[in-house]
């Protein structure tokens, strides 16, 4: 795992305690443009998942939910929830399913702390259904909205909307 990575894995390790009480109100902002743009679907990934804050919402909309996250500590929390979600410990570039396994992926503030970020958008087309839904968010001072949608369309992804979300965020809609 590259140093960058297992820096951030230690990161929220250390501070997953406290994760909601500091972000839950900006990352509601962003959960309504999941909810907004996230029609009824089978299967959804949930990919950088953290404590869960999500995943409700999620089984709201599909028929099995997977979160994903790279910190023990951030999963721990989740389970906590007592959600029906799968969750599984993970690196977002090398997701340990098949090609072509999920009816939606959303990642809400993941993709600024991935050392590639157009290489986490392609492990996410991989395993996204043809005709799949892809809700992505990231900080707006890391990447552009030109950057997110560049990488999204190379991916091989068909943009549906795009824009700002809060103070702090770009967000893009796509289909497979």
């Known amino acids: 795992m590259a ?24 990352q509601r902002e962003k959960y309504e443009i999941v909810t907004k743009n996230l029609p009824r679907v089978g299967k959804v990934l949930d990919l950088g998942c953290g404590t869960g804050m999500l995943l409700s919402e999620l089984a709201r909309r599909s028929e099995f939910v997977v979160g994903i996250d790279s910190s023990p500590e951030m999963l721990e929390l989740a389970r906590k929830r007592r959600d029906s979600a799968a969750l599984v410990l993970a690196d977002a570039d090398y997701l340990p399913f098949a090609n072509r396994s999920f009816d939606a992926v ?57 824009g700002e979300v809060g103070g702090e965020d770009i967000f893009c809609t796509a289909r497979r």
């Open 3 to 26: 140093a960058r990575k297992l820096e951030l894995k230690r990161r929220y390790g250390e501070t997953a305690f406290m994760y909601e009480r500091r972000y839950e109100q900006i």
């Open 106 to 162: 959303v990642s809400v503030t993941l993709l600024q702390n991935m050392p590639d970020p157009a290489a986490t958008v392609r492990e996410v087309a991989r395993v996204a259904k043809p005709g799949g839904i892809v809700i992505i968010t990231t900080l707006k001072h890391k990447h552009s909205l030109d950057e997110l949608e560049c990488w999204v369309r190379a991916a091989g992804f068909k943009l549906l909307n795009s």
